[in-house]
């Protein structure tokens, strides 16, 4: 295998270059940067700072990534940008490492796919087979986990959590968390039920859909506290990984509010 450097392109000596890499025309690559394997950088892609990309992901033209972040507590202390493989970053697409008084590293797993003119801040944390629509915008020290999907031009609160297999609605604005397998819409966000097409999609049997159903239901109920049905719901359902997986995000919420159906507003 070869790497294939476009005449055009500026490809720092310090750069870590590996096989089968191809730099298309008006590239500017850092000296701190690492592509691994059969990375693509279609054109006019500019990589700065520590910005380490997996194998096989590709780089439309104006993606911009490892440029210090937009924060002003930030002292130009060492920060990083680390990608998994197989991700896709189409036009315009901008990614800003961490801070140095806080997460140093921005992470992105694998099987990511950033569509145009899509935004992720400083100390951003994703898991795998993230899609984020077009004009998707994520604030800093967001957490967002596998399968999530961000439909267009939706916008995330800095310090959000977003859990596994969620769903957020074009141009919703999410300011509260949102639990694994939730679906949200709305300015702002509200959550309308689970995330039932992406289950089905992902392969979920009927039954764990049904008992995710009955666990929703007995979570956002009317009756009680939610204190209470949170516990009941950690008693009834003690044996399913997907319902325990959603009381133990909302029992790590900190400080944080988790976003309600719309009779809680």
């Not at 490892?66 to 998994?84: A, L, N, R």
Request: glycine share 12%.
């Amino acid at each position: 295998m070869t790497v294939n450097v476009h005449p055009s392109s500026y490809v720092d000596e310090k750069a870590v270059i590996s096989d089968g890499v191809h730099i298309g025309p008006f590239c500017v690559v850092g000296p701190g940067v690492k592509l691994g394997s059969n990375v693509k950088l279609v054109a006019q892609v500019n990589l700065s700072g520590t910005t380490i990309i997996g194998n096989d992901c590709k780089l439309y033209p104006f993606v911009s990534m490892g440029h210090p972040p937009q924060d002003m507590k930030h002292k130009g202390g060492e920060v990083s940008i680390e990608i998994g493989e197989r991700c896709t970053f189409r036009e315009n697409v901008n990614i800003h490492p961490g801070v140095d008084y806080g997460k140093p590293v921005t992470r992105i797993g694998n099987d990511c796919y950033f569509m145009v003119g899509t935004h992720l801040a400083h100390e951003g944390q994703m898991g795998n087979n993230v899609i984020i629509s077009n004009g998707a915008q994520i604030g800093g020290n967001v957490t967002i986990g596998n399968h999530v999907v961000l439909g267009g031009l939706s916008a995330i609160h800095q310090h959000t959590r977003i859990g596994d297999h969620a769903f957020i609605g074009g141009m919703a604005t999410v300011t509260k968390d949102v639990i694994p397998y939730g679906s949200v819409i709305g300015n702002k966000a509200h959550l309308t039920g689970l995330n039932i097409i992406g289950l089905k999609r992902r392969g979920f049997s009927r039954d764990r859909i049904r008992d995710l159903r009955s666990a929703y239901r007995m979570l956002f109920a009317q009756e009680g506290t939610f204190s209470e049905r949170l516990n009941d719901a950690e008693s009834v359902f003690s044996d399913n990984n997907e319902v325990m997986e959603i009381v133990k995000f909302i029992n790590n919420r900190k400080n944080r509010r988790i976003c309600m159906p719309n009779s809680w507003k």
